[in-house]
């Protein structure tokens, strides 16, 4: 079944470490790739997307996320955290011809000041 | 802001009554997906729509849901009878479209949040 996995259910760092998130995706073809973030009571923005060309994507916020393809793989990075990053974020991935985007179940991210 | 609108914010119902959740996507954008969220969960997909049509309702319970996104006005979620494993957080999201790669991604509205006392 296609399905996206996210591997830490809650991470905690102090502010300044960095920050890897995990994002593995089941689905042999074409994909496209997100990353969202929900701050607490939110909604859902998006911090990067990956269609096609350099797998290095960068987002907003200083992330970035690499793709690679063999891994079916899509982590979120980040080379210093702020405790304003304390947030839940989701990879989500579309699927071939799909419309719709399949989420991850998404990781905390809590930054100690 | 011209991003996604949903209302109602929050929305209490009792056991039995019908919710109706509302989603006016962002300008100009003409397919519409509903989400759900429960607590320690991801987002699950529910339906997904076009003006008037209904493209995919593969995540939509078979029973007690539908969905409309008529060719005026929002789209509209609607659950009948609710029971309480109803209550999640309900987000609605716009997009030109599967086929303009370049600006293709979703936009969020806030979300409608769904208590069932």
């Known amino acids: 079944a296609q399905s996206v996995s996210q591997h830490n259910h809650h991470v905690i760092l102090s502010e300044a470490a960095s920050l890897e998130l995990g994002c593995n995706y089941s689905?042999?073809?074409?994909?496209?790739l997100f990353w969202y973030v929900q701050y607490p009571g939110q909604h859902l923005q998006l911090l990067l997307k990956?269609?096609?060309?350099?797998?290095l994507v960068k987002g907003i916020k200083g992330f970035e996320a690499e793709f690679i393809k063999s891994k079916f793989s899509f982590n979120l990075r980040k080379p210093s955290v702020q405790w304003s990053d304390t947030a839940e974020y989701f990879c989500?991935?579309?699927?071939?011809?799909?419309?719709?985007?399949?989420f991850g179940k998404g990781t905390k991210l809590s930054v100690k000041p | 802001n011209a991003g996604v609108m949903q209302n109602p914010r929050h929305l209490v119902r009792r056991r039995g009554q019908e919710a109706r959740l509302r989603c006016s996507p962002v300008?100009?954008?003409?397919?519409v997906y509903w989400y759900r969220q429960l607590p320690e969960e991801g987002l699950k997909f529910m339906v997904y729509l076009q003006k008037e049509n209904i493209i995919d309702e593969s995540g939509m319970p078979k029973e007690r849901f539908s969905a409309e996104f008529p060719k005026e006005g929002p789209s509209i979620l609607r659950i009948q009878q609710v029971v309480r494993g109803d209550s999640a957080a309900y987000f609605c999201?716009?997009?030109?479209?599967?086929?303009?790669?370049?600006?293709?991604?979703?936009?969020f509205g806030s979300g409608t949040r769904l208590t069932v006392v």
């Open positions: 989500a991935v579309k699927m071939g011809s799909q419309g719709n985007l399949i």
């Open positions: 300008k100009g954008h003409s397919h």
């Open positions: 990956y269609f096609s060309g350099d797998p």
């Open positions: 999201a716009s997009s030109l479209g599967v086929r303009d790669r370049v600006n293709y991604g979703y936009t």
């Open positions: 689905y042999g073809g074409t994909v496209n």
